[in-house]
């Protein structure tokens, strides 16, 4: 096992001299636009008719993007910001050269990027080129906002209090929005904020940017921001406390246990403390997420644990630094893990945010109640993280997790699941980000602390990718000893080292239908820690890009599994494959997506090949859609699993069908009703939920759920709740 660590040193040397050598001024620093205080009050209207737009200064002249990035934009997109002691103000006008109706899905929040008319804005107060804010609207008007992190990946679950609207005109819309300096976190006495727009527009396919983006980063790269001056240091927020508390009433009734139906009464509060500009204090007590949308469920044919994100918002404002540390199947820590299940959180509280340009905090504490029925006892969870920033826009992280059993001796129970008294991990790791953002990469190391288990009991992983306009090249490794133990995290896997190659090719037409094309090669090799292997798939993808923006994927691949532990193929229980022995298979497949510019798209893909056993699956998926813009989009997910295996399983047919429609009657009024037959377990879910944002970031809900069993036809469990949100501010 010394060849790994070395490796990883290795590593962690090239990446830092690639990081040192491309150090250099922000690739976009000429690119500036004075914000001055508002010589005007501003009304959000969508009128521009204040004395204040006409005295701000104008950023146009936008830069193409998409479909290529050698040009000046062919739509003509101006914007003006200003502000005043409480208040960031946007004024956006979008030209078009066509009338008509705009092509959007509908006013449900946080849309799609790429399939909607819209104009983003990327906000980097503190210019560091890591983390950020984005708001923005579609030309129908419903309201996008995220959280910025890892230098330009956006989450749309965080939800905070901004106005805007839309007005749309005979050869433009206009976007106009007033944020509260309240509503976002930045460092008192900076001048000068990281800033890009973005506009995406269906019907010439172009997606353009103010401060040029190379057409194969998303226009969110905070690397390639220009700068927002500002005449004077922004205003303070002031004081910034905002109360949150909740109301809820609701009947739930298990029919599987034959019980009445109970009644819920239940009351929380969460709250938001500004200890600076910069750094956030949250508070809950009792929280409820009833209103979170159900998970998206799938066919699982994986012999390992499947990952389902975080949606709760309480774990979401700065949630990057604790659950983006590691990688997708070594996160040692998954918020997730707490309290869902049906354990109860009594409270919590999290403190975080940036101390100063490189440093950045966060510390969460979680109490969880006991659960009598399967004999788990209150627990304690901590988790700390700090972050330094290094060079231009890298940084080195720690992370620290604690996982407490309180007042519990497992040799004490009896009849009864046994759970850990503690499990702690401690990491390091050092995540690589050059200024031109070609250069990205990550080293990690991490051990766990657990009763009885020591030895083989860390972890280490590191990848390197280099991006261009035409080629995407990376390497990445991962070592999990078999004695590693994250139980507040993600490590479906122990006991392996995995090596997996990737390189992507693509050519540029210079007419035609098609934008670009070219292979990918991806090898991913598994070895126990003996360095034999277990596990190997190579494939190969071509890709094909349309200036339709509809796309197409042909892929064949080889496969090779030694079971590490019985695995049941179908996952029905009938019967399971033993351990050691040996299967492999070749498998060819298709993707396609259509033009998100149809106001009817679609999206297919198909696979077949070997299975297990010397067996046989086809799979094959759609989705549908059509839209009623802007009010309604129906939607319908289909998929079908055929597999065919020597007896006992024999042939196994799977449906997994989800219908969904989202009606849209406002930007503040939504109704969404989806059901999801799923005939692997057994079972149909239907959920509704109605939900009237009566004041910015107020709400009610009011959702309906029902779990059934389809043979015979059956209910299972059934659940109404009425939840009522009010945030106000001190």
Not at 28 to 34: A, I, R
Not at 296 to 316: A, G, M, S
Not at 391 to 398: C, I, W
Not at 610 to 621: A, D, P, V
Request: charged share 20%; net charge positive; with cysteine.
């Amino acid at each position: 096992m010394r060849i790994i660590p070395r490796v990883l040193c290795l590593l962690c040397c090239v990446s830092i001299a690639v990081t040192a050598k491309a150090q250099q001024l922000k690739k976009n620093e000429s690119y500036h636009l004075k914000i001055k205080r508002a010589s005007s009050p501003v009304k959000v209207d969508g009128v521009i008719d204040e004395q204040a737009w006409q005295d701000a200064d104008v950023a146009t002249n936008f830069h193409m993007v998409l479909p290529m990035d050698t040009s000046a934009a062919r739509l003509r997109t101006d914007v003006r910001m200003t502000y005043d002691q409480q208040h960031i103000y946007l004024l956006v006008e979008s030209y078009t050269p066509d009338a008509g109706p705009y092509m959007v899905e509908s006013l449900r929040r946080d849309f799609a990027f790429l399939k909607n008319d819209n104009f983003l804005l990327f906000m980097d107060p503190f210019d560091d080129q890591t983390n950020g804010f984005s708001f923005g609207a579609n030309a129908a008007g419903a309201q996008w906002d995220g959280l910025m992190y890892d230098g330009g990946k956006v989450d749309l679950s965080w939800d905070n209090k901004w106005t805007s609207i839309v007005k749309n005109y005979k050869d433009r819309w206009v976007f106009e929005a007033a944020i509260p300096f309240k509503t976002i976190r930045y460092k008192k006495g900076i001048t000068h904020w990281g800033i890009n727009f973005s506009r995406n527009d269906l019907k010439t396919t172009e997606k353009s940017a103010w401060a040029p983006v190379p057409r194969q980063f998303a226009t969110a790269s905070l690397a390639y921001t220009g700068s927002l001056d500002w005449d004077t240091v922004p205003p303070a927020a002031g004081p910034n406390i905002s109360l949150i508390p909740y109301l809820l009433g609701g009947v739930v009734k298990d029919y599987n246990k034959g019980t009445p139906g109970k009644f819920r009464r239940d009351v929380g509060l969460d709250a938001k403390v500004a200890v600076t500009s910069s750094l956030n204090l949250d508070l809950t007590v009792n929280p409820d997420f009833s209103q979170v949308d159900v998970d998206k469920q799938v066919t699982n044919l994986d012999r390992f644990e499947l990952f389902f994100p975080e949606k709760r918002q309480f774990f979401l404002e700065n949630g990057d630094q604790f659950s983006n540390f590691g990688y997708s199947t070594i996160r040692p820590f998954f918020s997730r893990r707490i309290g869902l299940g049906g354990v109860p959180i009594h409270f919590g509280a999290r403190l975080s945010g940036k101390l100063n340009k490189d440093w950045r905090l966060g510390i969460m504490n979680m109490q969880t109640g006991k659960q009598e029925e399967t004999g788990l006892p209150a627990q304690n969870f901590t988790v700390a993280a700090l972050q330094r920033r290094v060079f231009s826009r890298s940084n080195l992280g720690f992370i620290f997790i604690n996982k407490e059993s309180l007042n519990y001796d497992p040799a004490k129970e009896v009849d009864k699941p046994v759970y850990s008294r503690y499990n702690r991990n401690m990491g390091l790791e050092y995540n690589l980000a050059s200024s031109n953002n070609f250069w990205t990469g990550k080293a990690m190391l991490l051990k766990s602390y657990s009763p009885g288990k020591s030895g083989h009991d860390f972890a280490h992983a590191a990848n390197l990718q280099y991006t261009s306009k035409v080629w995407n090249i990376s390497w990445q490794h991962e070592y999990v000893g078999r004695n590693y133990n994250a139980e507040v995290g993600y490590v479906p896997r122990q006991g392996y080292i995995k090596l997996m190659p990737q390189v992507t090719r693509l050519f540029f037409p210079q007419s035609g239908p098609v934008l670009s094309h070219g292979p990918q090669v991806t090898g991913t090799w598994f070895l126990n820690e003996d360095f034999h292997r277990t596990d190997n798939e190579t494939m190969l993808n071509y890709g094909i890009v349309f200036r339709k923006r509809n796309t197409l994927n042909i892929w064949s691949s080889n496969t090779f599994i030694q079971l590490l532990n019985p695995f049941d193929p179908t996952n029905t229980g009938k019967d399971s494959l033993h351990t050691g022995t040996r299967h492999s298979w070749n498998t060819v497949g298709a993707d396609y997506v259509s033009k998100p510019q149809s106001l009817f798209t679609y999206a297919f893909s198909a696979r077949y090949g070997g299975y297990y056993e010397g067996g046989t699956r086809l799979m094959t998926n759609a989705e549908l859609g059509y839209r009623f813009q802007p009010y309604v989009s129906i939607a319908l997910s289909a998929n079908y699993n055929d597999i065919r295996l020597p007896q006992p399983w024999g042939k196994n047919s799977f449906w997994l069908v989800g219908p969904r429609v989202d009606v849209t009657m406002t930007n503040t009024l939504f109704f969404t009703g989806f059901m999801q037959y799923n005939e692997q377990q057994k079972n149909m879910n239907v959920n509704t939920r109605f939900q009237w944002r009566y004041r910015p970031a107020s709400d009610l809900f009011i959702v309906y759920t029902d779990n059934y069993l389809p043979e015979p036809f059956y209910v299972k469990n059934r659940a109404l709740v009425l939840k009522l949100v009010y945030w106000f501010n001190i």
